[in-house]
């Protein structure tokens, strides 16, 4: 049991539906089987949306409260206590008190996953409006992440049926084009080709780019930015060994099934990817790649129009954990491969050798 992975969860905007899916998902109590979870939270929004699951049907939830993570026990769903003790919860009603408490579990985890006290984090939906404040002037967690774990993230969207990735995020579709250029799509191509191979296990990843124009800017009549950036840094990524192909036209590249003959796609912003991807895979998972650490979460918002109802879906963040998992087993066995490939190789073959048995090619000679 020690060695279960540590996953950590954060409450996210305590009047949203974070901690209502949170708890229904625990209301199953194998899942503690499978890792041990640590969620940064409060435990007066915990007590409160306890009512509104068993309400619905749902097993309680035992929450076993911890200072600091080093001291949750496998077996148990472990609560790490962080933000004020007199929180007002109002579901369905931004605050900034919800924001204030968003962000005290983030930084809380953001810390314990950056010593490694934590294998991974899944995130629950915060209010970009609600969270801003002097210490906290980020647009998402994307951003946030970014400048915590020092790196630049790469926005996957993954489901059983595809994985979106985006070239530009968290930015206005007015200045989309100018963000644009050909180095950002080579640096995308190339970041989400390492994903799939070490995050996705896939081994020569085909990756479809969508066009920035309606229908692909035909021939530069609606756009030149297909001509002059997105199929220079295609051919630009292909001759590096990397297998892009494009540009495609959005909107007959899903509604022909053609996604489907490709490992990933590069949508050119933010809903370009994402109304598809949301619309043909419900229940998606948000996944952060190009970070030194695993990030996940839900593929929702904070959904205030239920939020306290008890009827908001948890199968999105169940998946997002899952998600979690099996990305942090994936990139350590990559990383394990990469070590040591000949050892591998042999092991796979039934046998098992290490650096000493091979042989000594000097006496060989």
Request: proline fraction near 5%; aromatic fraction near 6%.
């Amino acid at each position: 049991m020690s060695n279960r992975l540590k996953i950590g969860i954060t409450q996210g905007d305590t009047n949203g539906v974070g901690w209502e899916i949170i708890l229904k998902i625990f209301s199953d109590n194998r899942l503690v089987e499978l890792f041990t979870p640590i969620i940064y939270g409060s435990p007066v929004a915990a007590a409160h949306y306890q009512k509104v699951v068993v309400e619905q049907g749902y097993e309680a939830v035992r929450l076993h409260s911890i200072e600091r993570a080093e001291r949750a026990q496998a077996g148990r769903v472990n609560l790490v206590e962080v933000g004020i003790k007199d929180l007002s919860i109002t579901p369905g009603k931004p605050s900034k008190a919800g924001g204030e408490a968003a962000a005290a579990a983030l930084r809380s985890a953001i810390e314990d996953l950056k010593d490694g006290r934590i294998d991974a984090l899944v995130t629950a939906p915060i209010d970009k409006e609600m969270i801003q404040s002097p210490d906290f002037t980020y647009t998402g967690h994307t951003e946030f992440l970014a400048k915590e774990l020092d790196g630049e993230p790469l926005m996957i969207m993954t489901s059983e049926l595809m994985r979106v990735g985006l070239v530009t995020i968290h930015v206005p579709v007015c200045h989309v084009a100018e963000a644009l250029n050909r180095e950002l799509i080579v640096e995308r191509i190339t970041q989400i080709n390492t994903s799939m191979r070490q995050d996705f296990g896939i081994v020569r990843p085909k990756i479809a780019l969508l066009a920035l124009n309606p229908h692909a800017g035909d021939g530069g009549l609606l756009g030149k930015e297909e001509q002059e950036i997105i199929s220079p840094a295609i051919v630009e990524a292909y001759e590096k060994g990397i297998l892009a192909f494009g540009p495609f036209a959005a909107d007959g590249f899903f509604a022909s099934g053609q996604f489907k003959h490709y490992d990933a796609i590069l949508a050119m912003y933010h809903d370009q990817g994402l109304a598809p991807f949301k619309t043909l895979t419900p229940n998606g998972v948000n996944f952060t790649a190009s970070l030194t650490e695993v990030r996940t979460s839900p593929d929702h918002g904070v959904a205030y129009d239920i939020a306290g109802k008890g009827i908001a879906d948890e199968q999105s963040m169940r998946n997002a954990i899952y998600n979690a998992i099996d990305i942090v087993r994936r990139r350590r066995a990559w990383e394990e491969w990469n070590e040591n490939p000949l050892e591998h190789f042999e092991r796979e073959k039934g046998r098992d050798i290490s650096i000493k048995d091979l042989p000594d090619t000097e006496s060989a000679e």
